[in-house]
């Protein structure tokens, strides 16, 4: 990767993320990471020290988890600076405190400190064990083009494309409307996603707000980003539809 363009103070593995970040609008697939991607980042993120006192006094007197991670931002930063350059003052600008906040909450165990076997008022953050094992699993299974995401992006993916389905039930044609009652709410959002991954269905994102917009000429190609492990998918839309939903869904009530 090209880093010439990107001059900052940061961590280079925080440049490259913030680079990635900053080239997405889709608010999803600023969560969602490729093999090489991951890789390059996992082969340049370091753990790092912190002072037990001052992350304690954060992490349970202030309560903000903001005011958790913009304590170890700073930390990475200047840690990576010394050992990296042998910098020890280093100016940095509010977006890469917020780009390295959000890399710290994406990559790291931050609330699972581990106590300095030597020195008991020092903790280590750690990389998150499952970001290591992501790439283990595409590794072994000669598998590169598996993507990268947390939990949590799938469930707001499932959330967005269940308002956008009961939009598309109140507000559908009537030629069509027979066919729509006979599908359930879980099979038209499986069926959602996988317009998504085609990429007829785009996602921006606007002062919090995110809209859908439809694309029916895709020019990016189908990428299986999260059925391709379908009977995850199908689990994770009946969780979140019965719980949001109150309804009793199982898996088999699928409609392929």
């Known amino acids: 990767m090209d880093l010439n363009k990107y001059k900052s103070n940061l961590p280079e593995d925080v440049i490259v993320f913030s680079k990635i970040i900053k080239e997405k609008i889709d608010p999803i697939k600023k969560e969602i ?33 903001n005011s958790l991670l913009a304590m170890l931002a700073l930390s990475y930063i200047a840690y990576k600076g010394y050992k990296e350059n042998k910098k020890t003052n280093i100016n940095i600008s509010k977006d890469d405190l917020y780009y390295t906040m959000n890399f710290i909450k994406n990559f790291f165990e931050y609330n699972s400190p581990i106590k300095d076997q030597s020195k008991s008022h020092i903790l280590w953050i750690f990389p998150k064990m499952e970001t290591k094992r992501y790439l283990a699993n595409c590794i ?7 993507f990268y995401y947390e939990e949590d992006t799938l469930t707001k993916l499932i959330l967005i494309m269940t308002g956008f389905t009961k939009y598309e039930y109140n507000n559908v044609d009537e ?13 038209l959002i499986l069926a959602n996603i996988r317009l998504y991954e085609r990429g007829i269905l ?28 379908s009977h995850k998918v199908k689990e994770k839309i009946i969780n979140v ?3 949001l939903e109150g309804e009793e869904y199982t898996i088999n009530d699928f409609i392929e």
């Open 241 to 243: 539809v019965n719980q």
């Open 175 to 187: 030629n069509i409307e027979n066919e729509i009652n006979e599908l359930n709410l879980p099979t």
């Open 140 to 146: 072994n299974e000669n598998n590169f083009d598996r």
């Open 33 to 65: 990471f490729s093999f090489n991607e991951i890789s390059y980042i996992m082969n340049n993120i370091a753990s790092f020290p912190v002072k037990a006192d001052e992350y304690y006094t954060i992490r349970y007197d202030n309560e903000e988890e």
């Open 202 to 229: 785009n996602l921006t994102s606007e002062k919090g707000n995110v809209s859908i917009s439809l694309k029916p000429s895709p020019l990016v190609a189908n990428k299986r980003i999260f059925t391709e492990n």
